[in-house]
C-alpha cells in the first residue's frame, strides 16, 4: 500500500528529520542533573521518541535495494540519505537533496527499464513458443487429415476387393454353368463323333477284311448298328456269308455284303448330318465356356489386385497413424514448456505491475 504523506519537521544542522508535532520535552521537575535517585539507582529516563518515517519510504528502499546496474556501496549511501531527502518536502530540498532525489530516480528508472525488458524477452519467448506450438497443432491437423482420407482409401478398397470377391463367384458359377451345358448337350454329339469314327473305320478296314476273306469277324460291324433295324435275312446270312471263303461266296452272299457296307454308308452320312448339325451350337456352347473362363480369369485378377492395393493402403493408414501420434506426443510434450514460457512471462509482467504500482509509486509520492 501507497502511504499518503506526512509533513515532517527537519533540523538542517544534523540532517535529522523529526514529525511536525514532536519537539523536545524537558526534564522532569525534581530531578537534577547528576543526582541520584533514592536507593543509590540512577533516575529514570523517559523512553526516546521514535523518528517518524512516511511508510512510502519502506517501498523506496525496497526499489534501491532492488538496483543491480550500481554497487553495494552506493546503495548504502542512497538508503543512508532517504530520510534526508525524499524525507523533506520538495518544496524545502536544498540542492544536494534534490541531487539525491534524482540519483534515486534514476535507479529506479533503470530498474524499471530492466523489468520491462524482461517483460519484453518473455512476450518474446511466448511468441517464439506460441509460433512453434501453432505449428506443432498445424502438424497434427494434417496428420489427422491425412489418417482420415487414408482411412477412407481403406474403406473404399475393402468394399472393391470384396466386390471382387463376388465377382469370382458370380465368374465361376458362369463357368460352371457353360460346362454343364456343354457336357449335357454335347454328350449325345460326342457319342455321335465317336461311332462315326468307329464305322468309318469298319468301313475302311473292317468290312474289306470280310470282302477279301481275310476275317471272318463281322461281329464288330453289326455292333455298331444296335439302333438300327436290320432285316432278319441279313442278320441270318451274314454270318455263314462270312465264314465263307471268297470263292464259295455266291451271288446272294456278295448281295449279304453289298447291303451291310449300304447300311454302314447310310449309318455313316447321318452320324455326319447330326454332327454337321450339332456344330453351331457346340460352338457356341465352347465360345460360352471360353468366354466364362476369361471373365473369371479377369475376376480372379482384379480380385488379387484389390488385396494387394487394400494391403498397401492399410501399411499407408498405419503409417498416418503413426504419424498422428507422433505429432500428438510433440504437441505433448511441449506443452509444459509453453506453459513454463507464459508463466513466467506473467511473473515478469506481474513484477513489473508490483513494481509500478507499490515501489514507484511510493517513489513519486515521496519525490513530489
Not at 6 to 30: D, L, N, R, W, Y
Not at 102 to 113: A, L, N
Not at 277 to 298: C, N, T, V, Y
Request: net charge negative; with cysteine; aromatic share 4%.
Amino acid at each position: 500500500a501507497v502511504w499518503p504523506r506526512h509533513s515532517v519537521g527537519t533540523f538542517p544542522a544534523f540532517g535529522v528529520q523529526f514529525p511536525a508535532h514532536s519537539k523536545s520535552m524537558a526534564p522532569k521537575q525534581g530531578v537534577k542533573r547528576g543526582r541520584r535517585s533514592m536507593g543509590g539507582q540512577p533516575p529514570k529516563q523517559p523512553p526516546a521518541k521514535k523518528i517518524y518515517e512516511d511508510p512510502n519510504m519502506a517501498g523506496v528502499r525496497e526499489a534501491v535495494g532492488k538496483a543491480s546496474n550500481i554497487t553495494d556501496a552506493v546503495k548504502q549511501m542512497l538508503l543512508a540519505c532517504l530520510a534526508t531527502s525524499l524525507g523533506v518536502p520538495s518544496a524545502e530540498r536544498h540542492e544536494t537533496q534534490a541531487s539525491v532525489v534524482s540519483m534515486i530516480r534514476e535507479v529506479i528508472g533503470s530498474v524499471t527499464s530492466q523489468l520491462q525488458d524482461a517483460v519484453a524477452d518473455e512476450k518474446a519467448k511466448v511468441s517464439d513458443a506460441e509460433c512453434h506450438k501453432e505449428q506443432l497443432e498445424a502438424a497434427l491437423g494434417q496428420a489427422e487429415e491425412a489418417q482420415c482420407q487414408a482411412d477412407e482409401v481403406v474403406l473404399a478398397k475393402d468394399t472393391a476387393l470384396a466386390d471382387a470377391a463376388t465377382a469370382v463367384t458370380v465368374a465361376k458359377e458362369a463357368l460352371f454353368e457353360c460346362q454343364e451345358a456343354q457336357k449335357n448337350k454335347d454328350g449325345a454329339l460326342v457319342q455321335a463323333k465317336q461311332r462315326e469314327t468307329e464305322i468309318q473305320k469298319a468301313l475302311a478296314e473292317d468290312l474289306p477284311a470280310i470282302i477279301d476273306g481275310t476275317s471272318a469277324s463281322y461281329q464288330g460291324v453289326l455292333d455298331l448298328l444296335q439302333d438300327v433295324s436290320l432285316d432278319a435275312s441279313l442278320t441270318s446270312a451274314l454270318p455263314k456269308t462270312c465264314s465263307k471263303a471268297v470263292s464259295e461266296r455266291s451271288q446272294f452272299d456278295t448281295m449279304v455284303l453289298d447291303q451291310l457296307r449300304s447300311i454302314l454308308v447310310g449309318k455313316e452320312n447321318e452320324l455326319a448330318k447330326l454332327i454337321t448339325d450339332a456344330g453351331p451350337a457346340a460352338a457356341e456352347r465352347i465360345a460360352a465356356i471360353e468366354a466364362a473362363q476369361s471373365d473369371l480369369d479377369s475376376a480372379t485378377a482384379a480380385s488379387r489386385k484389390a488385396a494387394e492395393e487394400l494391403a498397401e493402403t492399410k501399411r499407408a493408414a498405419a503409417q498416418a497413424k503413426a504419424a498422428v501420434q507422433e505429432a500428438q506426443r510433440a504437441l505433448r510434450e511441449y506443452e509444459p514448456r509453453f506453459a513454463e514460457a507464459t508463466k513466467e512471462r506473467d511473473q515478469r509482467a506481474s513484477d513489473l505491475e508490483n513494481w509500478t504500482d507499490y515501489n514507484v509509486a511510493c517513489f513519486e509520492l515521496l519525490a513530489a
